[in-house]
Every structure is written in C-alpha cells, then in structure tokens.
T-cell receptor, first 111, second 114 residues
Framework: GQQVMQIPQYQHVQEGEDFTTYCNSSTTLSNIQWYKQRPGGHPVFLIQLVKSGEVKKQKRLTFQFGEAKKNSSLHITATQTTDVGTYFCAFVTGGGNKLTFGTGTQLKVEL | NAGVTQTPKFQVLKTGQSMTLQCAQD?????MSWYRQDPGMGLRLIHY???????DQGEVPNGYNVSRSTTEDFPLRLLSAAPSQTSVYFCASSRTSGRTDTQYFGPGTRLTVL
C-alpha cells in the first residue's frame, strides 16, 4: 500500500533559525496538502500542491512538490514563536475519497 | 457561519459504555469525515461520507459506526467503549470529495475511556 513518511518527528529551533519538514511517498501522488495544528487546536489548511516541481510561498513559508511527485517539503525561514505547532502533510487515496495524513512534525521554537 | 462544530468537547466513559460524538457543519459540504489523533500517529481516518445516505470505512473503523441522514450532520457512535479508544476525535468537512478540496476541521472531542 501507499506509504508516506514525514520527517523529522520533532524539531527544536532557536527563534530566527530556519526549519524544514519533509514528506516522502513510496508512490506518485496526485496532489499534496499541508496543514498546521497549534497545541491544543485543530488542523488548519495551509496550502495544496498539484503540479510536478511546483513551488508556492506564503510569507516566510515555502512549499515544494518534487519533480516526480513523490516528495514534498515545507520550509520556514527565520522561525518565530507563532510558528510553534505540528505540521502535517496529507494526500488523497481511495479514488479521491480518503485523505491520509502523515505522522506530522512537531516544531518548538525557543527564544 | 459556525463552520464545523463538535460536541461534547470533553468526555469520560467507562469501559463498555456507548456514546455518540456529534458533528455538524453549516457550509453545505458534501464530504464529511472522522479522524482520531493519537500521539506520534498523526490523524487516522475512521469513517467518511461523500453525501447524505452514503458512508464508507476509513483506516480504523472497528468499534465505530456512522450515519449520514442529512447533509449537515455526521455523528460517530462508539458501540462499546474500550481504553484503546481514548483519543482526540476530529470531524472534518469539505465542499466535495474531490482531490483538491480543503478540509475544514472541527475543534475536536477529547475522549477518555477508563
């Protein structure tokens, strides 16, 4: 079956440092979504990538979809305490009816 | 719009008890789903529905039932609670079940089974 690994599981950074989380799939993905979950909160949609090699930016966040559509990354430049939370990738399986989430990367930002 | 609402926010059950977690959305979304979240395991799909009257199993359906009698509501029933069902439960909805739709999540229900 389709497997998606999300790494790292945890990341502690000093405020101002950069952060990257990766999702790696064993099979080609049709699209990938990214969500952020603040501590004690619920997942909130960030972005969706569909095209091979696609790059999208949201302020300090950069999202990439690999050329082979088997991997994706989320990069945060100059982290802030507001970036604290868990970042999940998600992709569709089952003919477009099931959204599967990666295991998430928990980001902690220290002053 | 209230978006996706879930009740209760917290619940403690004893082993063997049954209960229903409520989920409602006011966005006229076709697609609704239930996830459970456990530490280190991300979000796992329990059941989903692509429209009123249609439901299907996700990754971890055992011990749970769902129904979708209206577009707005998608309750999750625990038939006989077990400690392994201690988790945070999230309901989500999207406009359609298509591959490109954003999922909107409710605030979650934190369930403890003793």
């Amino acid at each position: 079956g389709q497997q998606v690994m999300q790494i790292p599981q945890y990341q502690h950074v000093q405020e101002g440092e950069d952060f990257t989380t990766y999702c790696n799939s064993s099979t080609t993905l049709s699209n990938i979504q990214w969500y952020k979950q603040r501590p004690g909160g619920h997942p909130v949609f960030l972005i969706q990538l569909v095209k091979s090699g696609e790059v999208k930016k949201q302020k300090r966040l950069t999202f990439q979809f690999g050329e082979a559509k088997k991997n994706s990354s989320l990069h945060i430049t100059a982290t802030q305490t507001t970036d604290v939370g868990t970042y999940f990738c998600a992709f569709v399986t089952g003919g477009g009816n099931k959204l599967t989430f990666g295991t998430g990367t928990q980001l902690k930002v220290e002053l | 719009n209230a978006g996706v609402t879930q009740t209760p926010k917290f619940q403690v059950l004893k082993t063997g008890q049954s209960m229903t977690l409520q989920c409602a959305q006011d966005m006229n979304h076709e697609y609704m789903s239930w996830y459970r979240q456990d530490p280190g395991m991300g979000l796992r799909l329990i059941h989903y529905s692509v429209g009123a009257g249609i439901t299907d199993q996700g990754e971890v359906p055992n011990g749970y039932n769902v129904s979708r009698s209206t577009t707005e509501d998608f309750p999750l029933r625990l038939l006989s609670a077990a400690p392994s069902q201690t988790s945070v439960y999230f309901c989500a909805s999207s406009r359609t079940s298509g591959r490109t739709d954003t999922q909107y999540f409710g605030p979650g229900t934190r369930l403890t089974v003793l």
